[in-house]
């Protein structure tokens, strides 16, 4: 089953106002907030969209969808490249507001494996909680939106001074390509 133009544009909008906002923040040194308001729009997103497109807005979790067989495979072909577009979109976008732009790279003091360590498991806390919340037939659907967001307040404030706390291929693609 291909994706719709409606799934197409909630994965695309969704990405869209992650990015944008991680971007944001990041430019207007907004601070000890960056990893609520990220956490909020993500939340915010996902409730808006999760009826359409089931709101993955990472790659990550729309390949983890796909290894288990809850999403088919040319759908999570084309949800990733949207929400790669998203990505890179969200980031001209935010260049073309702030006129300037970032690139990510570890912390001063750290390296980057120890970024790449942070960045691969608390995507992966992200992916577990989507596949355990979200993507099951009896659990918590109603809240699948808070808990998800919650991963990344986790994230933010756990690996985001190591990292940057992307978490997203879409999010490292549409900042890196940018500057």
């Keep these: ?8 544009l909630a ?16 430019l207007s040194g907004s601070g000890m907030w960056a990893g609520i308001s990220i ?9 808006a969209f999760g009826g359409i497109s089931g709101a993955n807005f990472n790659p990550a979790v729309s390949v983890a969808l796909g290894i288990t067989g809850d999403m088919e495979w040319p759908k999570v072909g084309i ?19 702030f006129g300037k732009a970032f690139n990510l ?6 390296n980057i494996f120890s970024a790449g360590a942070c960045e691969l498991l608390y995507t992966f806390m992200l ?20 808990a998800i967001g919650f ?7 756990g690996a ?11 999010v490292a693609i549409g900042i890196d390509l940018i500057k």
Excluded: H, R
């Design 11 to 26: 994965e695309f909008t969704g990405t869209f106002l992650l990015i944008f906002t991680v971007g944001c923040n990041v």
């Design 127 to 146: 992916v577990f909680v989507v596949l355990n919340v979200a993507a099951v037939k009896k659990g918590c659907q109603n809240w699948f939106g808070l």
């Design 79 to 97: 949800y990733s490249g949207v929400q790669l577009v998203g990505g890179i979109a969200a980031g001209f976008a935010y260049f073309g507001l």
């Design 1 to 8: 089953m291909s994706a719709t133009p409606a799934e197409i």
């Design 160 to 170: 985001g001074a190591v990292s940057g706390g992307c978490f997203n291929p879409a």
């Design 39 to 47: 956490a909020c729009v993500l939340m915010v997103a996902i409730f």
């Design 105 to 110: 790279a570890p912390a001063k003091d750290f």
């Design 151 to 157: 991963v990344i307040v986790a994230g933010a404030y």
